[in-house]
């Protein structure tokens, strides 16, 4: 059974920090690349970060780059978003993707507010 599980979402204050995590089972996690895509009330759903399946290399939506970091640990079957210098414009729901040609899993989505 594949599984994507986020955590790591909550309240945040602008200017402050929260790193997110994805925790996969059920599938060859190395195999794939991993994304990270958010939706905010009454927006598209929109690619936030990448990371390909080995890790070297990333790409970023221009919204975040030089804020937000993707990594992950094919040891641990995880990928990471740290997100700093948070903005209320980052509200949103953030899902884990994994993607291998026409194969694509998707997770529950983890809730990020920044507000004060």
């Known amino acids: 059974q594949v599984q994507l599980v986020e955590s790591g979402g909550g309240l945040a204050q602008p200017g402050g920090s929260l790193t997110l995590s994805c925790a996969a089972s059920g599938f060859t996690f190395n195999n794939y690349a991993m994304r990270w895509f958010r939706q905010a009330p009454g927006k598209e759903r929109e690619l936030v970060a990448a990371?390909?399946?080995?890790?070297?290399?990333?790409k970023y939506a221009d919204s975040v780059k030089g804020r937000f970091t993707i990594s992950r640990d094919n040891a641990k079957r995880t990928v990471y978003l740290q997100m700093n210098s948070l903005k209320p414009e980052d509200t949103a729901v953030y899902y884990c993707n994994a993607v291998r040609r026409t194969v694509e899993y998707w997770g529950q989505g983890t809730q990020v507010t920044v507000s004060s």
């Open positions: 990371i390909s399946s080995v890790g070297d290399s990333t």
